[in-house]
């Protein structure tokens, strides 16, 4: 009676699986005979297929399919990958035990609870690793002779509990029912997946960044990422990102004037030269990126990269990223704020009233007053003005009347830029965090031309007065008169002070001036009259009377030094 129960529950439990059972493709793209199958004889001597036929062998637990070394074998249906095994030589002939048998082997899990295996792959090829999930029909690796085995082929075993079963429906079968298109005996089974077609294998998205290991991704700007000396098909790998930021990828070390990290998997051979790669963003991108090759940082935003043609981990590789929060700009005599003008500077309010992210407290800012006008309602008359715009702003944004307008004639001529900078000009970012259409590659860039420098008013060379001579200060500049004249040290005269003014020691004689050296040119068209009076005697002018006084000190240097006058 508990033996019927016991067979009752059994039946109950086998019942409700199969209603949620998984069924599978062909772990193969091409579709050859099927050579061996899964021995049904439950253990007796010899072997019957599931078509009670003898295509199997006594003792098989799977179904052997031939193909060429190297051959990609695929997910017969979406799992969990819960056991591999690398590192068993290709060939490794009849009776060898490396893996248990099996070789090189992926072993996945299905939603049903059963498993299936996949043996004898080629050395280095597993595309997958423990714990990743993997889709119906995706890589997994390819196809050589390893573990026992005499020549290359795929074993294809499905367990349910421990215990292998014959997923094919036949007379003979002990499981059956397991193939979505098992075909006629004794070829392969068809190579449609059950319910909706897979995604691609490798693609992924988080945030602004994809990835993708077969080819670019439609309707975004992608780098190829490729390292040539390695083998394992990187040759269509690429990041992607939803507008063009300036990456750059280099397999050959930093690229100079960029901002650089490098992208590495300690597990790649040195042969394969993954220690100079480097990814690098123009220095002006408001990101900063990290990479891991040990899952997800922390805190930070990333994205999977994964090569299922490496079997090198990489399905644990990230790129990740945070954005700067701050938007403060400063290049040459500009600075650009999107929190408040800046101390200091001469700051012109930049915005947009009909956008919502945040543009009532931004501001372009200059070391002195250029003038500057900003207008979000077009052109203003008699200025110099350059539109602001963003493509992909909204049209309820009404960017496109927007202008940062200069005086005509400025010293500085303007251009914009919605993709980056500027060659040959120097450009300020304007980065604004809060709006998420895409502001953090635009520029305003500029060419400066000096304004001329003044030289001063212009001199009259035709009205020069002879007599006049620019800052002179005083006489002392002209001439030096504080030298004594040279003393006859043969005469021995007494040493005494002179206390008299040097004026009275002059004769009385009248003083002309007629030294070569000071000569007054005649001043042509002149009548030298003051207005409102009469002719002005030109030798009583300032400029005549300075001359004059010049001239005295000149003849009293050529004169000989009178007797010094004693002291009573």
Known sequence: MLRLAAMVTTAMSMAGTASAQVRFRRPLGPAPVISYGYDNNGGAAGCRDYNCGSRCYDGHTGTDIPVPLGTTVLAGAAGTVVATNDGCANYGGLGNTCGGRCGNYVQLQHSDGTRTIYCHMQQGSLMVGRGQSVGCGQAIGRS???????????????????????????????????????????NSPGDSCEGPPPPPPCTRREGPFGWNCSGPIAGMTCTLINEPADPHTWGDNYLCSDLDRGLRWSYSGPIAGMRCIAVNESSEPAAHTWGDNYLCAPSWLPYTFRFSSAGPIAGMSCVQWTEPGDPHTWGDNYLCWTRDPSCVRRAGPFAWSCSGPQPGMTCTQVGESSDPHTWSDNYLCAERDLGLRWSSAGAIAGMTCTAITEGSEPAAHTWGDNFLCAPTGSEYSFRWSSAGPI??????????????????????????????????????????????????????DIVDVSEEPPRDASVDVPIVEDVSSP?????????????????????????????????????????ALLLAAVGLVLRARRRPSPPPRLRR
């Open 144 to 186: 050589a002779s390893s573990g026992s085995s005499t020549g290359p082929h795929l074993h294809f075993g499905w367990q349910r509990g421990g215990v292998s079963l014959d997923p094919f429906t036949g007379g003979c079968s002990n499981g059956g029912g397991r193939w979505v298109n098992q075909g006629a005996y004794p």
């Open 423 to 476: 060659a040959g000009l120097d450009c300020l970012a304007w980065y604004e965090p809060g709006d998420p259409h895409t502001w953090e590659d635009n520029f305003l860039c500029w060419r400066h031309t000096p304004a001329a420098q003044d030289a001063g008013a212009p001199v009259d060379a035709g009205a020069r007065d002879a007599g006049t001579i620019r800052d002179i200060g005083t006489i002392r």
């Open 503 to 543: 004026v009275d020691d002059l004769p009385e004689d009248d003083v002309q001036i007629e030294d070569p050296l000071i000569e007054l040119e005649e001043q042509p068209g002149c009548g030298c009259r003051a207005p409102g009076g009469e002719a002005r005697d030109a030798s009583r002018s300032p400029a």
